[in-house]
């Protein structure tokens, strides 16, 4: 079974930092893309960034590009979101994700940000104060 739990949320004044951790389980890490959402009070879920290939392919939303850092450490199953000179506007949930590559549904869960595609886990709160 596909499991995910994200951590590392808090709070933060902006222009801080925050690691937010992404433990993985029940499947081949190789076999698919894991992605970080977030969903900030009273807006829509979106992407921020992406991983697959094991670590070789990445992708960041305009917003948090130069600024988050995706990685991963597929020995141990984890994935990481380093998060940099925060804003305001990042505050929101942020959530892990992961779908199997040759899913039909991967365009609709990276950029839709579908919840009816792939495997989710519990969100992790993160609170920017100016």
């Known amino acids: 079974e596909v499991q995910l739990q994200a951590s590392g949320g808090g709070s933060v004044q902006a222009g801080g930092s925050l690691r937010l951790s992404c433990a993985a389980s029940?499947?081949?890490?190789?076999?698919?893309?894991i992605a970080w959402f977030r969903q900030a009070p009273g807006k829509e879920r979106e992407g921020v960034a992406s991983?697959?290939?094991?670590?070789?392919?990445?992708g960041y939303a305009d917003s948090v590009k130069g600024r988050f850092t995706i990685s991963s450490d597929n020995g141990k199953n984890m994935v990481y979101l380093q998060m940099n000179s925060l804003k305001p506007e990042d505050t929101a949930v942020y959530y892990c994700s992961a779908i199997r590559l040759d899913d039909p549904g991967l365009s609709q869960w990276l950029v839709l940000a579908r919840t009816d595609f792939g495997s989710w886990g519990q969100g992790t709160l993160v609170t920017v104060s100016s």
């Open positions: 991983i697959s290939s094991g670590g070789s392919n990445t």
């Open positions: 029940g499947f081949i890490f190789d076999d698919y893309a």
